[in-house]
């Protein structure tokens, strides 16, 4: 309970800064064909996921950096929706799982 919920490196911002990159990337990107353009999108949506998660990794490296904290401003703000503190039961359940997963 000592540690806070809202991280800059959490999943919520991976997902916003995949979605920020992927808009100026996608907006450019117009073929005829529609079936060629979703394998070119299903292509290109990974390179943005780890081009994203290598910038959440830095901003997590970096957190005193005004840069970092731009980036990472969205993603804490958006956490203040689908995070909130864990209670007693869901420590308990997460200490059990970590210990069962310790012994393997």
């Not at 529609?34 to 959440?56: A, D, K, P, Y």
Request: proline residues 5%; aromatic residues 14%.
């Amino acid at each position: 309970k000592k540690h806070p919920i809202r991280l800059p490196a959490c999943g919520t911002s991976l997902l916003f800064l995949t979605i920020i990159f992927s808009i100026p990337v996608f907006l450019f990107l117009s073929y005829d064909n529609f079936l060629f353009r979703i394998v070119i999108m299903l292509v290109l949506v990974v390179f943005l996921v780890g081009f994203s998660f290598e910038v959440t990794l830095w901003v997590e490296d970096n957190s005193d950096s005004i840069v970092a904290r731009v980036f990472s401003a969205p993603g804490l703000f958006l956490q203040r929706f689908n995070t909130r503190e864990p209670s007693d039961e869901h420590l308990e359940v997460a200490i059990v799982a970590l210990k069962n997963l310790v012994k393997t």
